[in-house]
C-alpha cells in the first residue's frame, strides 16, 4: 500500500510539474531562448538556396529546409508555419586548384573546410520573444553562448518583408 | 484466331525489338550519346555541394543527387553505380543590396537568375563511349546541340581519381 500511495503522490508530482512551469529568476524569463541541439537528419534537407559572403567571412553556404520549409517556400507561404526548420551549411570559400587546371584559369572555389552550422525554428509560442524563430549556431556540433547569439534576432528583425528570413528560394 | 494471331506477332515483334536494336547511320553509333531530357524531380534531389566560378562564368552553384548518388557520396564508393544521377544547378552570382546593407558593408553575394542545369547519368552500357556518363545541359528546360556537348567528356575525362566528376561531399 505504502509503495501505490508513493507511485500516486510521484505521478501527481510529474502532472503538476508539466502544468506548472519552473520558477525562473527574472532576467532569464526576460531574456530570448535559443536552439541549443541541431536537428538530427538536417543534413538530408532539400535546397532552398546558395550565397557566398565575401570580405572577413570569406564564406561559402547553401540554406536547407525541412519538408515544411520546403513547401513554404516553394508556395510562397508566409510568414513561415510553425515547425519550420531552416539550417544554413557554411563552408570556407577555398579556391580548387584541381578544377583550375582543368580550366586552364584561377576561377573557381568550392566548399571547403565547414566552418559552422546555423539553424532557425518557427514555433511562434515558444520564440515569441524572437518573432517566433529561434536561433542556433553549432561549431564541431558544440552550440554557441547566449552571449554570442544575442544579435542574431537584432539583424534579423530588419528583414520585415520575408519573416525575418534573408534567403530567397532558388528555382 | 486472327486476331489472336496478329497479337501474337505484335507481340513477338515487341520482343524482338526491345532485344535487337534498331539499326543506325554508322557515325551516329560512334558519336556519344547525350542526356537530352532533365531528369523528373531534380530540384528536390538532395545537397552534395556548393561551388562559385569567378571570371566570366561569374556563377555560383550546388550540386544536387539522386538517392543512389547521395548514398555513393555518402559511402565513398566509387566508381559510382548505374542509376547515379547528378544535376548541377546554376546562378548568376549576383551582389546582395538587400544583405549588404544590413552588414553595413559589401560582401554578400547570392543565387541571382538561373542559367543553367548540367545532368550527369551514370548507365554503364548506354554511356560506355563516355566512361559510363551521360551528359546533359538544358537552358530554359531545352537540351543544348550535340555540338556544344562534345567537350564535356574529354573535359571530365581528366577527372581520374574520381570517376570523371569534379564535385566532393560537402560534410
Redesign the interface.
Known amino acids: 500500500m505504502r509503495r501505490i500511495v508513493f507511485f500516486l503522490l510521484l505521478s501527481a508530482a510529474a502532472v503538476v510539474a508539466s502544468i506548472v512551469p519552473a520558477a525562473r529568476p527574472a532576467d532569464e524569463q526576460a531574456s530570448p531562448v535559443f536552439v541549443t541541439k541541431i536537428p538530427s537528419g538536417y543534413?538530408?534537407?532539400?535546397?532552398i538556396?546558395?550565397?557566398?559572403?565575401?570580405?572577413?567571412?570569406n564564406s561559402?553556404?547553401?540554406l536547407?529546409g525541412n519538408e515544411v520549409a520546403f513547401q513554404a517556400y516553394r508556395e510562397g507561404k508566409l510568414p513561415f508555419p510553425d515547425g519550420t526548420m531552416l539550417v544554413a551549411?557554411h563552408?570556407k570559400?577555398v579556391a580548387?586548384d584541381?578544377?583550375n587546371k582543368?580550366f586552364g584559369?584561377p576561377?573557381?572555389?568550392?566548399?571547403g573546410p565547414?566552418t559552422n552550422v546555423q539553424v532557425m525554428v518557427k514555433d511562434s509560442k515558444k520564440y515569441a520573444a524572437t518573432g517566433g524563430w529561434g536561433f542556433g549556431h553549432f561549431q564541431d556540433g558544440k552550440p554557441a553562448t547566449s552571449a554570442f547569439m544575442k544579435p542574431c534576432f537584432p539583424?534579423h528583425a530588419?528583414?520585415t518583408d520575408h519573416d525575418f528570413v534573408?534567403?530567397?528560394y532558388?528555382?
Do not use: M
Not at 543534413?43 to 535546397?47: E, L, M, S, T, V
Open positions: 543534413r538530408d534537407w532539400r535546397f538556396s546558395t550565397a557566398h559572403e565575401a570580405g572577413n567571412l561559402i553556404g547553401v536547407l551549411l563552408y570559400h580548387s584541381e578544377n582543368v584559369q576561377q573557381s572555389f568550392v566548399a565547414p539583424c530588419k528583414e534573408f534567403t530567397r532558388a528555382p
